[in-house]
């Protein structure tokens, strides 16, 4: 079985806004680096009724069913997106659960992303930005994994030409719901991460 192999990128909040709330996501505002962590998927079409994930690798425990790659598929299926197709994706888990790296979200991005750039999805440009908006707030940043600033009305703005830095990412043996830190959540900030580009021109790895 010929498999597509792609890279999922982990990302870091360098900073991070919460400007309100719609009836299922946060707003967010947030100035995002991407590093060398990744995860790798491996994609390949398959003659089944059903969608076939599997979640392997270090990373890889405690990954429900309804994880956002589900999610995914689920939302393509039921928009006849995939043309009644079905796939296999194997996803090897390089990215600690629950610890802010954007990891889930990255894995629906990617393997969208895959799915327009192979033209096995033919969508315009504001149903893919409805679709990852009903997976995660920040799934939207995966498609280009540049760093950026995402802006609550979804602009986003690329850095250029940036510095380079090596980061260690420290993970403790415990992780934290964005979900449920996100719940907690009951006053706003409406203020802008208002930062000139070139203050932010770093690029982590």
Known sequence: MRYNKIKSHAKINL?????GKTKSLHK??????????????????????LHNIIFNGKFSKNIGKNNTVSKLLEILDKKNLLKNNKFKIIINKKIPNQAGLGGGSMNAANILGYFVKKKIIKIKKDEILKITKLIGSDVILGLNSKN??????????????????????????????????????????????????????????
């Open 15 to 19: 900073a991070l806004n919460i400007t």
């Open 28 to 49: 967010i505002e947030s100035i995002i680096a991407f590093v060398s962590l990744h995860d790798e998927i491996l994609i390949t079409k398959i003659k089944s009724k």
């Open 148 to 205: 950026s600033i995402l802006k609550t009305n979804n602009e986003i703005k690329y850095f250029n030409n940036c510095k380079k830095y090596y980061i260690l990412i420290v993970k403790p043996n415990f992780g934290c719901s964005t979900q449920e830190i996100y719940s907690n959540v009951t006053k706003y900030n409406n203020r802008s991460l208002i930062i000139p580009i070139k203050e932010c021109s770093i690029l982590i790895i």
